[in-house]
């Protein structure tokens, strides 16, 4: 499982030239899950997002989590995480897992999310989509 964790202060999802969903200041998080991960580490990586102190306290250091600050998170499916680029020039996304099993990862992800009570917008699994975001930092934490 990988998440690329990006601070953010704005983020939006377009599909088709139309606004998917967006959030304010919070994490545009990518997520995606490997052949081999099991389901237990889904619960594992949510709580380490929620947890993760990268937003900064009244003295400028990093101390403070998504949830500390109230902030919102935009959560999208990335299978491209997973690719293996040892060898040659085109990557080989051997490694993703298949996109029946991967969906339902993604959906578990999302709805440990939502039970925290902050506000969790995502994008639509295997869609073409343009995401956008402001990044506050720049601060970019890969799991």
Do not use: W
């Amino acid at each position: 499982m990988k998440l690329v964790i990006q601070r953010v202060n704005s983020a939006s999802v377009t599909i088709e030239n139309k606004l998917y969903s967006s959030i304010n200041k919070g994490l545009l998080v990518l997520f995606g899950v490997e052949k081999d991960d099991k389901e237990d580490m889904i619960e594992y990586f949510a709580q380490k997002l929620l947890k993760l102190r990268i937003f900064e306290d009244e003295q400028g250091k990093m101390n403070k989590s998504v949830l500390d600050i109230n902030g919102e998170i935009l959560a999208v499916s990335q299978f491209t995480l997973c690719a293996d680029c040892k060898k040659g020039t085109r990557p080989s996304f051997d490694n993703a897992m298949e996109p029946k099993r991967a969906k339902e990862f993604y959906e578990k992800f999302v709805e440990i999310l939502k039970k925290s009570q902050i506000n969790v917008k995502t994008g639509v699994f295997g869609a073409h989509m343009q995401v956008e975001l402001v990044n506050n930092g720049p601060v970019t934490i890969i799991l």
